[in-house]
Structures are given as C-alpha cells and as structure tokens.
C-alpha cells in the first residue's frame, strides 16, 4: 500500500487534536481503501469524500436521501430524534439505544436501510429485544439531519419524543403504582385483623390473663 504525496500531513492536519477526530479519522481512512487505485491511496479521493471533518457527514446525507424519501420523512426525523437524548442537567446531547417496539414498523425499516449504509447500527437486548443506535457519535455534529433534531431537542425538552413511547411509560408507570397501593391495603388489612382478633395471639407472646367470674354469694347462716 502506498499514499499519493502530501496525503499523511493533510490528514493529519485536518484531523487536528479534537476529542471526536478519531471517529472521523477512521472513516475517512475506510473509505479511502475501499476506493484505492492499484494498492495506493488517492490525494484526489480524500478530497473528494471532504477530508476528514466532511466526509462521515457526506455519505450520512447520501444515506439520508437515499433511505429517507418524501413520504417517510415526518417518521424517519422521529427516528433521528429518538437516537439522541439530553444528558441529566443539560449539556450537548448523547447517542442512545432504541427498540424495535419503541420504533414501530416504519422506522424499524428506515433504520435497517440506514444500518445497510453503516450510518446506524443494528443490536439486541435480552430483555429489550432488537435495538439501533448511531455508528459513530459523532454523527451529532456530523451529519447535519441529526444535527438539526438534536438542536431542537436542545432549545426545546421534550419536542422530539415520541408519544406513543410516552404514554406507553405513563401506563407502565400507573400500573406499578395500582400494584403498590393494592399491596399497602392488603398489608394494612393484615395488621388491623392481627392487632383486632382475640383468637390470633403473635407466636412467641403470652396470651393475655382473664378475670376469673366473680364468686355467688354465700346464704347467711342462721
């Protein structure tokens, strides 16, 4: 293998010493073999694939067009949006994990087409079933589809969730709460009849004294 002149300090220029260059870096270096020419990588391919901060970004939008067309764009953004979340007291927004159940159908469909072009990736959970998440992080910044629905995220909490995932956590949260209050009543209603019922003495605890009668009166002897 071998490099066309001036290709190593221009990548490692461009690559710099920012914390998400690595992600980038890699990807640009994959592409760059996967369109080698005669076992030599090309200057003119690196800049045609936009050097190492625009070339993850480009083949995410070519994916995007590719996977996302008019009449899915409304569910494929609410994919976008359900693969990133905000971080407990702000900050930049984080990549996440997403279920098959959480999806639905027509997303579960553009996030295969978009794992087919290595822009997301495709797992399993044993309790939570089949999963997708971002390949790379940085994909946040990257690719601009994701970067524009993690910024509405960021100016406004809670705009991007998905209300069926919503109300389904609402419904578990109220089933779990119905559960604790049925046991708090069962075990109050044990604790009245124990501390009420004369016949149910506690194991271990000495039954309490009764009075004896009183004694009949004695006839007077004359």
Known sequence: MSYDPGLVPRVLDDAGAEPDALPRLGFVLERLWEERAAGRLRFTSYEELGGVSGALGRHA???WRACAGPADREEALRLLSGLVRLPPGG???LHTTLTRAEAGETRWRIARALAERRILALGGDPERGPTVELAHE???DA???LAQQAAALRESPGRGDDPTR???LRQRALAILGALLVIAAVASSLLYLANTDPAHEPQGTTPTPRAAPAAAPVPAQR
């Open 166 to 168: 919503e109300r389904r």
């Open 91 to 93: 900050g930049a927004p």
């Open 143 to 145: 690719w601009p589809a």
């Open 61 to 63: 939008e070519a994916a």
């Open 138 to 140: 940085a994909l946040i």
